[in-house]
């Protein structure tokens, strides 16, 4: 298990299982607690899944199956929601799935991160996860996912083994996800941004598409009550952009430090 930094109980917790503990001694962000679970592993093919994630039975033994295969780098199973109980929890679930579907897809346009299976060196021949701009804890699946499709491997999303998401969002923090998914994950990461690609941006992308895509969903599927989050999106989005904005004016070759995130552990839990 890989504890980035974690500043509650979370080492205490697990010493209490049989399982190895490699501690970070401070919080260097999900990029960097990926690449210590994989150098650490002392077999080929290594599993991972997120501190807030269960897998159920017959997960990684399904994930085995295809990389039987030498062309294939890595392998991911579903994940469903398991709290669904307050508004943001269901807005996630409608607008930020971490699976593909229903069927097996080969080389989907990336492999989400919560859960997977890997060639250790395949990861080892692309260079590893990027510390440095993924340092946001969003994103590094795409960039990984990116550099091993590049480099001739392949990838499988299967829906069958199965994956339990114990996460509970607010509306601010389901907010802040949708951003990090946006400027991190399905926008390419700039160390500097200007105030008139911003403007930009939010008529492109957050009004004229996000903004619109999200609610002729919830109309469809009559989910009106997720309107509202779909609303302040349209604030949320320009106002994270001018803070990344100001983050980024005077360090231009850094991206902004991420903080630890309260819970059960502040980054993925690797075996």
Not at 167 to 179: F, H, N
């Amino acid at each position: 298990m890989i504890d980035d930094g974690s500043l509650d109980h979370t080492r205490e917790i697990a010493s209490r299982y049989p399982v190895r503990i490699v501690r970070h001694d401070r919080n260097r962000g999900l990029a960097a607690a990926r690449n210590t679970g994989f150098r650490s592993a002392r077999n080929e093919l290594v599993a991972s899944l997120d501190a807030d994630c269960v897998a159920e039975a017959g997960w990684l033994e399904r994930l085995v199956t295809h990389l039987d295969d030498p062309k294939v780098a890595g392998a991911a199973g579903r994940l469903e929601e398991t709290h669904l109980a307050s508004l943001a929890d269901r807005w996630r679930q409608a607008h930020l799935p971490e699976h593909w579907g229903d069927s097996v897809v080969v080389n989907p346009r990336f492999l989400f991160g919560a859960n997977g299976l890997h060639r250790k060196s395949a990861l080892e021949v692309v260079g590893g996860y990027d510390e440095i701009t993924w340092v946001a804890g969003c994103g590094e699946d795409t960039d990984m996912s990116r550099k091993l499709l590049k480099n001739g491997y392949n990838l499988v999303y299967d829906p069958v083994p199965l994956v339990k998401h114990i996460k509970q969002d607010t509306v601010r923090s389901v907010l802040d996800a949708r951003w990090r998914w946006w400027r991190y994950g399905v926008q390419a990461y700039f160390t500097c941004i200007r105030l008139r690609s911003i403007a930009a941006t939010f008529y492109r992308a957050h009004f004229r598409t996000m903004f619109f895509e999200h609610v002729a969903q919830d109309v469809r599927s009559r989910n009106y009550e997720l309107l509202g989050i779909d609303s302040l999106c349209l604030f949320y989005m320009p106002y994270r952009d001018l803070k990344l904005y100001w983050q980024t004016k005077f360090r231009p070759s850094r991206p902004p430090a991420v903080r630890p995130v309260p819970g059960p552990a502040s980054g993925p839990s690797s075996r």
